[in-house]
């Protein structure tokens, strides 16, 4: 039974479109994250939910859109996709407090050509 | 700002070699550290993680990591690697709380080992 699955796995879209990556947690975590890993796999975090509720926003592009339609879902929206938005994306969930370990999806290799 | 650094970018070694992958933090409060490993193709799985106390924790699959405050360190090692810890390994602080956990990551050194 996955903890942290999110859909799809790969994304290979053209350049100027908008695409959704989803992600669901079945751990009962208040907290869920979206982070990045480019080429070189440096992962970076963009943004955080608790109870819903956006958290953190680490500067990113307001071409990207988090929706958390509950604790247990956080989606990721990407409006007018550029080349530069190739990376995996990863989803992953956390109790609340700094002790809690991240739990991590699989990752959504996202392509933009 | 906190931020992390993981010092090995690419290390190479034999099976049974002995393993210590550095990792040092800047952050002048109380931290909590981890080690995640990504496998070729996976996603990031715990090894380890320090809170408090014991400043030497051990991890699954043989892994043990070494924290030292007057050195900002968090150093991973392992005594004898397999062909099976080929993966990338990061060094993670967390020192947010409540609601604003946040981890920050290492660059992540890439770890071989040659059967």
């Known amino acids: 039974d996955t903890a942290v699955s999110q859909t799809p796995k790969y994304l290979v879209t053209q350049m100027g479109n908008d695409k959704s990556i989803k992600c669901e947690q079945n751990?009962?975590?208040?907290?869920m994250y979206w982070y990045k890993q480019d080429s070189k796999k440096f992962l970076k975090i963009m943004f955080s939910?608790?109870?819903?509720?956006?958290?953190i926003n680490e500067t990113v592009p307001n071409r990207f859109s988090p929706k958390s339609p509950d604790k247990a879902h956080l989606n990721l929206h990407i409006n007018s996709l550029e080349l530069g938005d190739s990376a995996v994306y990863f989803c992953?969930?956390?109790?609340?407090?700094?002790?809690?370990?991240?739990?991590f999806g699989q990752g959504t290799r996202l392509t933009v050509v | 700002a906190q931020s992390v650094s993981q010092h090995n970018h690419h290390v190479i070694l034999s099976e049974a070699a002995s393993l210590e992958l550095g990792c040092n933090y800047s952050?002048?409060?109380?931290?909590?550290l981890f080690w995640y490993v990504q496998y070729p193709g996976q996603h990031l799985q715990l090894l380890l993680k320090?809170?408090?106390?014991?400043?030497l924790v051990k991890g699954i699959k043989g892994f043990e990591a070494e924290f030292i405050k007057s050195k900002f360190s968090f150093n991973l090692r392992k005594p004898s690697v397999q062909w099976s810890d080929t993966a990338e390994y990061f060094c993670?602080?967390?020192?947010?709380?409540?609601?604003?956990?946040?981890?920050?990551f290492g660059t992540g050194t890439l770890l071989a080992v040659q059967p």
């Open positions: 992953a969930s956390s109790p609340t407090g700094g002790r809690a370990e991240a739990f």
């Open positions: 751990l009962g975590h208040d907290t």
């Open positions: 939910y608790n109870n819903k509720e956006l958290i």
């Open positions: 952050y002048g409060g109380t931290v909590n």
């Open positions: 320090y809170f408090s106390g014991d400043p």
């Open positions: 993670a602080v967390n020192a947010g709380g409540g609601a604003t956990n946040k981890l920050i």
